[in-house]
């Protein structure tokens, strides 16, 4: 059965730093998606097996996916956090070990979602 459970939320101020981790039970395609109130939840990044990452645009140059295959671990490293990226986040596995695009669709087990809140 394939579990995965997200950690490393909190709070914190504009311009601050978090990691999010991700144990992941697989060595699977592995997204961090993003849910704000009131808004569709969307695609931030996903990594392959080989580690190869893909991002969304919002995030780029400020967000960094990584893995470690031996911990069977995700990282989300989240630089230069503005308040727009406050939102549950959550870690999805695809059954597969390379990536498709960042649609949910593509995803088809989800972890519960840690909380990202960022103040100005």
């Known amino acids: 059965q394939v579990q995965l459970v997200e950690s490393g939320g909190g709070s914190v101020q504009s311009g601050g730093s978090l990691r999010l981790s991700c144990a992941a039970s697989v060595d699977y395609c592995v997204g961090w998606f993003r849910q704000a109130p009131g808004k569709e939840r969307e695609g931030v990044a996903n990594i392959n097996f080989l580690g190869t990452p893909n991002y969304a645009d919002s995030v780029k140059g400020r967000f960094t996916i990584s893995r470690d295959n031996a911990r069977k671990t995700v990282y989300l490293q989240m630089n230069g956090l503005q308040p727009e990226d406050t939102a549950m986040y959550y870690c999805?596995?695809?059954?597969?070990?390379?990536?498709?695009?960042?649609?949910?669709?593509?995803?088809?087990?989800w972890g519960q979602g840690t909380q990202v809140t960022v103040s100005s």
């Open positions: 999805a596995a695809a059954a597969s070990r390379f990536c498709g695009s960042l649609r949910q669709s593509t995803f088809l087990y």
